[in-house]
């Protein structure tokens, strides 16, 4: 992962203590643990992650799941032998969580213990992981899944990563070690001009007698500054995300590079259409090699084509589309700065062509958003908007021209030698 940008650390990063209320009430309810709990994507991974490196990291190990809710990663733990978890919850699920333990303590006269190889084997802490003085000694091994859409949203990274500083023994093992954040181009003219149907109502010159038209830019501004949330056809994508994508390693990053960095990138179109905006997903990776051992890695993605999660993926819709040609140069950033919703403010900036990139850093020139070939966006990733629209059809054949998208004559690969080839000064052959 680059550098922190450092801008943040002249300032006071937002809080998310005004959000908390709100955030941890969403998850005490068994309604929305019960839909983790059912991506079996997730869950899934999740066990084969801890069971398949359990002899590694967990059989006899202590352990911290932090972030902890129904407590399915740590009954995952004392499943691949842990000696004692510690599960951290700050929400009422704690409450819930307890019920499950505490009934491994209880002698039924009626029948078999519930989940007898939970007994005396985990301790429930309900408490944010950065409050201090809490009951919990250096651990072997931390488990959490404190993961939101692009990976960041929600900011429970950095709950994760406090815990990493203040309670993992040296030579520890984090589960999950690392994350990959992936970006590409894309098309959708059909979400595009939905999105802007929106913001035309606020258009209108006679509604009902009001003339509403000094709100069409606000309009513009908000509908276009959602992002869209869901699962869309991979079909639409104008270029391939880079292959490394954007690492995270949780075992180094820092509190500060979390809370603003700034995202490259670089693709080579694959076709000539219209960029409607940028998508991104994210893949999850679990590797004991990350604290020196010898396990096994098992990786989660969230990507277009792969199987669906409860993430899905979110795209970041431009307000002017841009036009590109297949073979050209797409470049840009995206810084994403920790905002007070826990979540991030997303700034972009995209270029077709060789050029100068502004600098992230610094305040919005307007002299860039005025390039023909250059767009400039802001989204906040909490202010969410959904779209459900795609279902995939497997037995279809793939035309890129039913998405807009057209493929050059020859392969971007061939280079066409044109030395020699000029008839005269105006005119040349193949």
Known sequence: MSEANGSLSKCKVPSTEGRDPAYFSYYAMLQHQQNMLQDSVRTSTYRSAILLNGPLCFLGKLVLDVGAGSGILSYFAVQAGAEKVYAVEASQMAGKMRKIVEAANITESNGPI??????DKIE????????????????????????????????????YIFARDKYLKPGGTLFPSMGSIYLAPFTDATLWSETKGKARFWEQSTFYGVDLSALYDDAKDEMFGMPVVGNFDPHTLIAPADP???VVDFNSVTLEQLQDMTIPFSWQASYTGIIHGIAGWFDLHFSPSQAGLNGSTITMSTSPAAERTHWQQVRFLLKEPLAVNAGQLIQGWMRCIVNEMRSYTIEVEILVGEGQLSDPLSASSSIFNMDFNRRRGKWRLHEQTYNYNYYPQ??????PEYNCLYEPEQPLDVTVDMENNFVNENQFIL
């Open 394 to 399: 497997p037995d279809n054949v793939f035309r």
């Open 124 to 159: 429930v802490i309900q408490a944010k992981i950065e409050d201090p003085d809490l009951p919990i000694p250096k651990v072997d091994t931390i488990i959490s899944e404190p993961i939101g859409v692009l990976l960041i949203h929600e900011r429970m990274l950095e709950s």
């Open 114 to 119: 519930r989940n007898a190889f939970l007994k």
């Open 244 to 246: 490394l994508g954007y």
